[in-house]
């Protein structure tokens, strides 16, 4: 007690030498007292935005902030800037007021500064999707003391619902594993999440476990293994606990696993979100991870990119310059053939893939419906199941283009999309011709396999496409390897000679027959067209034609470097103001009868008749020929030649005596003009009607009336031809018999 008396008694000893101006001194120092902030908030626990309210809605996610500055008096501190933060801004963010430094009230905010307050300012809270709190900070300089002031307010966001799980996920990272013994990876790292019902993380539980995670069915001697709350946990069932609502299971697969997909199924306890002590309202979710051996099963050609076309250069070089400096016609295509197991994961990497291309014989581009086509070719085959043998009803092994031998390929479609019967895929084929024994029977080098893919080998009899050929104008990269994701990569190289011929190529592999445990081999074959580079470019001349006549039109296709495309077979509409047209005998739409030849050219053979004359404005009609996105037009043109006094002739017209003139419009072609206006101007008489338009006969009729025994002049004209005068010479009454009066 003495020793807080002596300080007592010391400070108000120096208290009251400092009030009497004891010492010397000066009086003491006063230090200024700093302003304040306060914020107050229509709202300090807010919902969740579940239905995406905007801020200018106003929506039941939002609070309003009324911030006051204050100076150390009391009085409003005007003028200067207040800074508002928010933090973190998945839970909640700001909006503020338009103005020049916030274009939309929509706008949402982490900072912001408000300029020049009048002491108080306003934002309002935006809460976001995620539950949780949020705290705003507002802060200024005060320009009495130069020290900074600030105020908090701290902003609660719930779901509005309980926090125990309401849904789990899991998601396996990869999908599919494989067989350990196969060389590839056998584990799966699985995500599992669990949310409340308004969609947030459950919270952590606390001693316990909150997840149940099982492998469904046979697992063999697969396994999961996780962190539990006492400690690493494995085998077929494990139990783990979230953290901030997620978890990690591992999947590991076993060479006794089967091959399958296998289903892993989760559960959480919605009663408490513990699992530890038994599962009473569970909440369940079941994903799968794909268990193969990643031997190839199945292969396919992915649709080659266009856009993957290179005009190779002499140097050798991949040049941004287009057209390339020094090209060296030829184009590489990039192909890509995509292998998967019998489980539809991808093969493992380093699968060799084999490729191969024919393209001879083909039918000439004047060969009609054989025109660009595979001339050794068929929709009866027959390949032996296991054997060598091959069999066409309707084939001509070797007379067709010249006949087929021992080195060329035979390409056996067998999959459902060539028109094959379901249960051919295994017979989908590309093997080396051995003999050929006859026009219907030859035998390959290598035997067909055995298509028993359901586990008995099966025979449909003579029903499958083929094609037997030889590779004359290009080839492709012979072998493969594939890459993580299953595919292949090969190069088809061709001359711009043949661009638009047709090709056919495989990509082929081994794989397994699951009942010999022999090999197989697995195939994709397809058929395109050399490509060119885009964009198409077509022409068509002449143009204009002309109409109501037989003409020939020739339409030519080339890419985008100008190198000619053959072997298309172009397509065509007619519009037509009036008449009837044809091309190629095909009707008013259709394709040209032949395909386009080595020059990249197809002749048309236009027929039309019966169309009108053409005005200044418009053409009688028009050709619009097209492939893919390339169009050309040829206008058509009939042109007016002459008009035709046809005759005069007199009438009784309402008791009127009337000349009647008949005047034909004809074409240059000396056909009659159907649709021309010809317009009368007359003198000392009048015509009615002064306009008048040409039927299909091309003729057109006007009355001409005047002063009975008048005599006058009346011009014809017509756009695009000379004038036709006519002389006129009003009958007399009495002419007509009986006379022509009232």
């Keep these: 007690m003495k020793f807080f008396g002596k300080t007592l008694g010391l400070l108000l000893a120096s208290l009251a030498l400092a009030s009497c101006g004891g010492g010397g001194g000066d009086g003491g120092t006063f230090t200024p007292q700093s302003g304040s902030i306060t914020i107050t908030a229509t709202a300090t626990s807010l919902p969740t935005n579940t239905g995406n309210w905007l801020p200018t809605q106003h929506g039941p996610n939002q609070a309003e902030l009324t911030i006051t500055t204050r100076n150390a008096d009391g009085s409003l501190l005007i003028g200067e800037d207040l800074s508002v933060s928010i933090s973190p801004v998945n839970v909640a963010s700001l909006s503020f007021l338009v103005n020049d430094d916030n274009d939309d009230g929509d706008n949402l905010w982490g900072s912001f500064t408000i300029k020049g307050t009048n002491g108080v300012a306003t934002a309002w809270v935006n809460a976001g999707t995620v539950a949780g709190t949020a705290v705003v900070t507002a802060s200024m300089v005060d320009p009495t003391t130069d020290r900074t002031i600030s105020k908090t307010i701290t902003i609660t966001v719930t779901s509005g619902v ?36 308004g969609g947030q993380f459950v919270p952590d539980p606390v001693g316990a476990d909150n997840l149940q995670v099982e492998i469904v069915g046979n697992a063999g001697d697969a396994r999961l293994s996780t962190n539990s709350s006492g400690g690493a946990s494995q085998g077929t069932t494990v139990s783990t606990h979230t953290v901030n609502g997620k978890a990690t299971i591992s999947f590991q697969a076993g060479d006794a696993t089967p091959q399958e997909p296998v289903q892993i199924k989760a559960t959480a306890d919605r009663a408490d979100n513990n699992v530890s002590n038994g599962i009473q309202d569970p909440v369940s979710f079941t994903t799968s991870v794909v268990v193969s051996d990643g031997k190839l099963f199945s292969i396919k050609i992915t649709s080659p990119d266009v856009n993957a076309i290179l005009a190779n250069t002499v140097s050798g070089d991949v040049s941004a310059d287009f057209p ?185 592999g081994d794989g397994t027959d699951r009942v010999t445990n022999g090999s197989r081999r697995v195939t994709d074959a397809v058929q395109l067209l050399y490509p060119g580079i885009a964009p198409a470019q077509l022409v ?108 005069l002739g007199r009438i009784c017209t309402n008791a009127t005596p009337t000349v009647r003139a008949t005047i034909k419009a004809f074409t240059t072609t000396g056909d009659p003009a159907g649709g021309v206006q010809i317009t009368a101007a007359c003198n000392g008489v009048t015509a009615n009607p002064s306009t008048a338009t040409t039927s299909g006969n091309g003729s057109a009729v006007f009355d001409i009336s005047g002063t009975p025994g008048a005599s006058g002049t009346c011009t014809f004209s017509a756009e695009g031809v000379a004038p036709l005068n006519v002389q006129v010479t009003i009958p007399d009454a009495d002419d007509f018999s009986p006379p022509c009066g009232p």
């Excluded at 067909?448 to 003579?462: A, E, L, M, R």
Aim: hydrophobic share 35%; with cysteine; net charge negative.
């Design 162 to 197: 309980g926090t125990n799980p309401a849904t789990v996920s899991l998601t396996p990272t990869p999908a599919g594993v494989y067989l350990p013994n196969s060389g590839g990876n056998n584990v799966s790292s699985i995500a599992a999440v669990v949310l409340d019902g």
């Design 324 to 508: 390339p400096l020094d090209p060296d016609g030829t184009y590489s295509l990039t192909v890509s053939a995509l292998g998967t197991d019998r489980q539809g994961n991808p093969v493992l990497p380093g699968t060799p893939i084999r490729f191969g291309s024919i393209d001879e014989p083909v039918g000439t581009f004047d060969a009609g419906a054989n025109a660009n086509r595979f001339l050794i070719a068929g929709g009866d085959g027959n390949p032996q199941e296991g054997g060598t043998g091959f069999t066409a009803p309707t084939g001509h092994f070797r007379t067709a283009g010249g006949g087929a031998g021992p080195g060329d390929a035979i390409i056996v479609f067998g999959k459902t999309q060539h028109g094959a019967p379901q249960g051919n895929e295994d017979l989908e084929s590309a093997l080396t011709v051995g003999r050929v024994n006859s026009e219907t029977s030859l035998n390959t080098t290598t035997p067909f396999n055995n298509n028993n893919t359901t586990g008995s080998s099966v025979d449909y009899g003579p029903v499958l496409d083929y094609i037997v050929g030889r590779s004359n104008h290009g080839n492709i990269t012979a072998g493969a390897f594939t890459n993580d994701v299953g595919v292949a990569h090969a190069e088809l190289t061709y001359t711009v000679e043949t661009l638009g011929h047709i090709v056919a190529m495989w990509a082929q």
């Design 540 to 647: 068509a001349f002449p143009s204009p034609i002309p109409g109501n006549t037989t003409t020939n039109v020739t339409v030519c296709l080339a890419d985008a470097l100008n190198s000619p495309i053959q072997g298309v077979r172009i397509g065509y509409q007619m519009d037509l103001s009036g008449g009837t047209g044809s091309i190629d005998g095909n009707g008013a739409s259709g394709a040209l009868d032949n395909t386009t030849g080595p020059d990249g050219c197809a002749d048309a053979t236009v027929v039309t008749s019966g169309m009108p004359v053409s005005t200044a404005d418009s053409p009688s009609g028009k050709i619009t020929f097209g492939v893919g996105g390339a169009t050309a037009e040829v206008d058509i043109i009939v042109q007016l030649g002459f008009l035709s006094n046809a005759g």
